[in-house]
């Protein structure tokens, strides 16, 4: 679901979002519109009005773990739980973690992936919102979601600052509700 379908239709904080996204043309490949999100955290306000619609629908929904997404979800993630006052759980690309780990394997529009996370980082029954950057195909998220589950843990929902919806992500999250800000931004600006 969208943010402006859930009751921020005319909030000008999407606005601002939306506006601020860099689309950089084929890369990594030729034929991608990379959505790049380093335009929006060097914007001290958009940044925060990001953090802030997150942390105004998560705060009382009884959240007691944020997992972000290497590497982009991690800009992200740590702030709105620092604000809902629960932990962070970092979901890492291979060999990144020290310890025991699990890990989950999931397929990308381009090849294949991973994620880690430390045996133990969730107890059971905790209730896990994950956090990334963007969704496309929704692979990642769900390699999230069951490295999550499969250490006990409730994911209650996912959340993304920009959704492809064209790439029917939504379709590959189990069933798992999808808070997305805003769209791809389709042209410019190109700095």
Excluded: W
């Amino acid at each position: 679901m969208f943010a402006a379908e859930n009751g921020l239709k005319d909030d000008p904080r999407l606005k601002g979002i939306s506006d601020a996204i860099r689309v950089v043309p084929n890369f990594p490949i030729p034929g991608i519109m990379f959505q790049d999100i380093t335009a929006i955290v060097s914007k001290h306000k958009v940044f925060k009005d990001i953090i802030d619609i997150f942390v105004e629908r998560y705060k009382d929904m009884d959240i007691s773990v944020v997992a972000g997404i290497e590497a982009r979800g991690f800009i992200f993630a740590p702030a709105i739980a620092l604000a809902i006052g629960v932990k962070f759980v970092p979901l890492r690309k291979p060999r990144k973690l020290p310890g025991e780990v699990i890990s989950e394997e999931y397929e990308l529009e381009y090849g294949k992936d991973c994620l880690e996370m430390h045996v133990g980082a969730v107890e059971r029954g905790e209730r896990a919102l994950v956090i990334d950057d963007l969704v496309a195909t929704g692979g990642t998220l769900s390699a999230a979601i069951r490295l999550l589950e499969r250490n006990g843990a409730e994911v209650v929902e996912c959340a993304c600052v920009i959704g492809l919806p064209e790439a029917e992500g939504r379709c590959r999250l189990d069933g798992k509700p999808l808070y997305i800000l805003v769209g791809p931004r389709q042209y410019g600006p190109f700095f």
